[in-house]
């Protein structure tokens, strides 16, 4: 295990002062972040103490240690999983062989581009959800999201530690431009789409945690295999980092959930909405939206850039290791694929395909979490049942961009789609309602909103009532 060096500007186990040139490009790079964290990070909390989490060494039991920090004292560092001895290619052409130490020339462009691509979402997150502390149901979810704000801000630092280390001087311009976008700004966007939506709600914030952090987690599985290490044992500690996250959203969506079935049973007519709580059907439809714009980060369904990151070992299969075949080259995978108005099954090359199978890993482990929530239905008792839409409902990428399908995956027109929109994705009079709900933040320790079951159990063995975030409102 390598031990974290924690009394330097910036926490590293990277033995970043052995580089002092690397040292002081990142140095000067620090106040520009700090200078992007206060302006664009949560508003309105950077002087409380906040019980966060912070890695001091990366093993597995002992790389997070729990104490009240203010947010901007948080201790942003470059942390790499540890080095497997002798490791190999882990697919494509190369398979086989020792992985790459140093960036090879004729990658050199495609893998900035990655890493930028990744390190892009990061901040984006944070600006996406910088005000949603002002409305927060409890100081535990506040806590919460504020542990996955300054994580999304050392993912940054992980992919910038990267283009520094091993781009030279255009790897230090893409790490000033990684502060310079802005989520939704139409001048200056983040790279990808569901990084321009608003999340102005916490049934949105779950949903992205769930959804969106997820395709993170596929992302960086498929980084994970890269035979660039650096990026591999980068990706692979934020694995770590991600796994929290998504138990934010899964468990924020089920508690949501709870409440409706509760406020439902209330209700003469069964109708959670009139009881103060977000209803199921509402639920649903986010559930909706998120998942459809999720879906098209993975990148087109057949992709001649997927085949050659792949042939390349850029990237990887999720799990490589649970493949047979790691070259890849023989193999054939089943689309549905638009053809002169209807859907036709064609197999395509599977190397071209292996953005979906990465999708179809991703779908899987969402259909793991719907079942959690479909159970806690049926254990209230509530006759409904929350699905995950066909992977072609929605899309903006891809093959089924630009046509219209329904919940089902099947082909509408678009008189038919404008009249049911509505009922399948939140309407701005759904959005309103979900925000009305949330007008007033509840920083009284161990107290809830009224549309949000209470947690099962707090964080690191504390109650639920514990001052998650020592909170004095300005
Ligand atoms: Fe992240
Ligand atoms: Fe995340």
């Known amino acids: 295990m390598s031990s974290v060096v924690n009394d330097t500007r910036i926490p590293n186990n990277v033995d970043l002062s052995s580089d002092k040139r690397l040292q002081r490009a990142l140095e000067e790079w620090q106040p520009n972040f700090l200078k992007w964290w206060v302006e664009m990070g949560p508003e309105g909390f950077q002087q409380d103490d906040v019980f966060l989490r912070t890695a001091i060494s990366v093993d597995h039991e002992g790389w997070a240690n729990f104490d009240y920090v203010k947010m901007p004292d948080y201790r942003w560092g470059i942390f790499l999983s540890d080095a497997v001895a002798d490791r190999t290619i882990a697919c494509g052409d190369d398979y086989g062989k020792p992985v790459w130490q140093q960036v090879?020339?004729?990658?050199?462009?495609?893998?900035?581009?990655?890493?930028?691509?990744?390190?892009?979402?990061?901040?984006?997150?944070?600006e996406q959800q910088r005000l949603l502390g002002q409305t927060c149901p409890s100081l535990y979810d506040l806590r919460?999201?504020?542990?996955?704000?300054?994580?999304?801000?050392?993912?940054?630092?992980?992919?910038?530690?990267?283009?520094?280390?091993?781009?030279?001087?255009?790897?230090?311009?893409e790490a000033e431009a990684l502060l310079e976008r802005r989520s939704g700004d139409p001048d200056k966007p983040r790279i990808l789409g569901t990084f321009n939506e608003p999340c102005e709600d916490w049934l949105s914030f779950f949903m992205f945690t769930f959804f969106t952090d997820r395709d993170g987690k596929y992302q960086l599985l498929a980084l994970a295999e890269s035979a660039f290490d650096p990026l591999s044992r980068t990706t692979r500690f934020m694995l770590t980092e991600e796994a929290h996250h998504m138990f934010v959203g899964e468990t924020g969506v089920l508690r949501v959930v709870q409440r409706a079935c509760e406020l439902a049973k209330l209700d003469p007519n069964g109708d959670?909405?009139?009881?103060?709580?977000?209803?199921?059907?509402?639920?649903?439809?986010?559930?909706?939206?998120?998942?459809?714009?999720?879906?098209?980060l993975f990148g087109a369904e057949v992709s001649s850039n997927a085949a050659s990151f792949f042939a390349a070992g850029?990237?990887?299969?999720?799990?490589?290791?649970?493949?047979?075949?790691?070259?890849?080259?023989?193999?054939?995978?089943?689309?549905?694929?638009?053809?002169?108005?209807?859907?036709?099954?064609?197999?395509?090359?599977?190397?071209?395909?292996?953005?979906?199978?990465?999708?179809?890993?991703?779908?899987?482990?969402?259909?793991?979490?719907?079942?959690?929530?479909?159970?806690?239905?049926?254990?209230?008792?509530?006759d409904f049942k929350l699905t995950l839409p066909s992977r072609r409902f929605n899309r903006a990428q891809g093959l089924y961009a630009g046509m219209r399908f329904d919940t089902d995956g099947a082909l509408i027109d678009e008189a038919t789609w404008q009249a049911m929109k509505s009922r399948w994705l939140p309407s701005d009079a759904d959005r309103a309602y979900v925000k009305s709900l949330m007008t007033r933040p509840v920083y009284e320790p161990g107290k809830m909103a009224h549309w949000i079951a209470p947690p099962k159990q707090g964080i690191k063995g504390r109650p639920v009532d514990f001052e998650y975030v020592r909170h004095t409102p300005a």
């Open 144 to 173: 919460n999201l504020f542990q996955v704000n300054v994580e999304e801000g050392r993912h940054l630092w992980a992919m910038v530690y990267l283009l520094h280390s091993y781009f030279g001087r255009d790897g230090r311009e």
């Open 272 to 296: 959670a909405r009139a009881q103060g709580g977000v209803d199921l059907a509402t639920i649903q439809r986010y559930l909706n939206f998120w998942f459809s714009s999720s879906l098209d």
């Open 104 to 126: 090879p020339g004729e990658h050199r462009n495609v893998l900035r581009r990655l890493i930028v691509t990744q390190g892009d979402t990061e901040p984006a997150s944070v």
């Open 314 to 382: 850029l990237k990887g299969r999720a799990k490589e290791a649970q493949h047979t075949d790691h070259v890849a080259l023989e193999g054939t995978y089943a689309l549905d694929l638009p053809r002169d108005g209807a859907l036709r099954r064609e197999e395509v090359a599977l190397r071209t395909a292996m953005n979906e199978v990465l999708r179809d890993e991703y779908v899987e482990d969402c259909q793991r979490g719907v079942d959690k929530w479909n159970r806690t239905i049926a254990e209230q008792g509530v």
